[in-house]
């Protein structure tokens, strides 16, 4: 720890004891890059004399779980969130509270109903330990009884199931025509385990649905007749887009056919970072989807405003 640090965390245990129940804030050096935090979102900002005069106002502040010192312009800006590092960036001065403190930020949904004393749903700032404790936006549900996370989608994900019910001549290949409804689900949220960022792909709490889909989030089905003849129409589409959450689908994992009839996953399209996947499933009967286990989700590049969900800070 360098001299400054050490005076910084000795003012902090000192004011602790000195007026009871207080805030012990310890605080870490790291780096970053400025177009990784908003100064124009701080929950207070000024001049002042130095960096510990900036870390006692944190100290003061009950939401400060970071703060942008700037040794040039003697200026501080304290925020409710904890922006990504990067030790190559050309910020030196951003602080982050380190775990010896006695405020943090949430993990998970039951972090925020526990420690923060919270139970209202909506969009939180969580610090997933299978993110590596960087910010995500989660979705807390049903957080008045027993919570679950969700990850709000911006795009649409739709997937579609085309089966037999939808034969207009049982069993007569390529058919221009089907029998209706054409099953299809629609998911606005997509629900996750917090500990490994895996999707829970049958639950349907936040979709719209046609018919009775029973299809899983990332997959497609269509029974309309075997792939290589032509004309023939298919029905199986599916469309993954995670822009906006500032997550994307892990790279390893891969997509193909799941079940199959003469069949084949066609027009597969998967964008650089990961964001968008989406194909046809082309078969006699068929499904497709991911092959090699089940989606699961990885923070990606992509900025999302610290404007876009709820900060919670925890207190042990």
Known sequence: MTRTGK????????????FGKLDEVYLTKTRTRLDLVEPSLSIWSGPIFGIFQCSFICLQEPQCVSLLFNETTKFCNLFNVIYDG???????????ISGKSTRFVPASCLDIITYANITTDGDYWIYPMAANGRRTKIFCHDMANEPS????????????????????VSYQPCQSSLNPPLKRVEFTKIKIQIEDMVVNGTDYTFTSVTGSPTIKY???????????LNPCPHFGHAVIDTRGTGLTVDPSI??????????????????????QISFLCAGYCSRC??????????????????????????RK
């Open 149 to 168: 996370h969700f990850i709000t989608l911006k795009n649409t994900n739709s997937f579609v199931q085309h089966d037999g019910s939808n034969w207009i």
């Open 7 to 18: 005076i910084t965390a000795l003012l902090l245990i000192l004011l602790r004891d000195s």
């Open 86 to 96: 990067d030790e190559s960036g050309n910020v030196e001065n951003y602080y982050i």
């Open 218 to 228: 990332g997959e497609s089905t269509d029974c309309n007749g075997q792939y290589d």
């Open 254 to 275: 891969t997509f193909g056919l799941l079940e199959q009839h003469k069949a084949e996953m066609k027009d597969f399209i998967r964008s650089a970072d990961g964001s």
């Open 289 to 314: 989807g991911p092959k090699s286990g089940p989606i699961k989700l990885l923070l990606s590049t992509e900025f999302i405003s610290a404007t876009d969900a709820q900060p919670a800070i925890c």
